[in-house]
């Protein structure tokens, strides 16, 4: 999807990304998508630390978001994470792009940063599309 608009549309229907995690979608064009995940209490595990499975979301949401359309569905087959380093900021960013996009499938890398810069975990991912 190339027009923001319509794909913060597509996605408002992700309900566990945008309402219950709080993802905002920033920018989105064909294989590419950029998102935003503001770090509250709710994403806390009992360390004190923002939970890897609230970060592995972010990835999961871009890469839904750099993938998908209403005429294209994509759905991932596998997906790798590498934690670098515990987010230090208040908020986190997604960004994704598909690095080989073929008939039947895609291989996309996504780059979870915080609002410091630092460098939080990265992601690969395969998918599948329908």
Same mark, same amino acid.
């Given at each position: 999807?190339?027009?923001? +608009?319509? &794909?913060?549309?597509?996605? @408002?229907?992700?309900? $566990? &990304?945008?309402? *219950?995690?709080?993802?905002? !979608? =920033?920018? /989105?064009?064909?294989? $590419? &998508?950029? /998102? @935003? =995940?503001?770090? %509250?209490?709710? =994403? ?5 630390? #923002?939970?890897?499975?609230?970060? $592995?979301? !972010?990835?999961?949401?871009?890469? &839904? ?8 569905? *994509?759905?991932? *087959? ?10 230090? %900021?208040?908020? !986190?960013?997604?960004?994704?792009? #598909? #690095?080989? +996009? ?7 890398? *996504?780059?979870?940063? +915080? ?7 990265? #992601?690969?991912?395969? %998918? !599948?599309?329908?």
């Amino acid at each position: 999807m190339t027009d923001i +608009d319509e &794909a913060r549309e597509f996605f @408002r229907h992700d309900i $566990y &990304a945008t309402k *219950t995690t709080g993802i905002e !979608l =920033l920018d /989105c064009a064909e294989g $590419y &998508a950029k /998102c @935003r =995940l503001p770090i %509250g209490p709710q =994403l806390m595990n009992a360390a004190g630390a #923002v939970m890897g499975g609230a970060i $592995y979301t !972010l990835a999961d949401f871009c890469f &839904a978001a750099a993938t998908n359309s209403p005429e294209k569905l *994509t759905v991932t *087959t596998t997906s790798e994470i590498s934690y670098f380093t515990v987010p230090r %900021g208040s908020v !986190l960013f997604g960004a994704c792009r #598909v #690095v080989k +996009d073929g008939k039947r499938t895609c291989f996309s890398e *996504t780059e979870i940063t +915080d609002d410091t810069g630092a460098v939080v975990a990265k #992601v690969t991912a395969c %998918g !599948l599309h329908l």
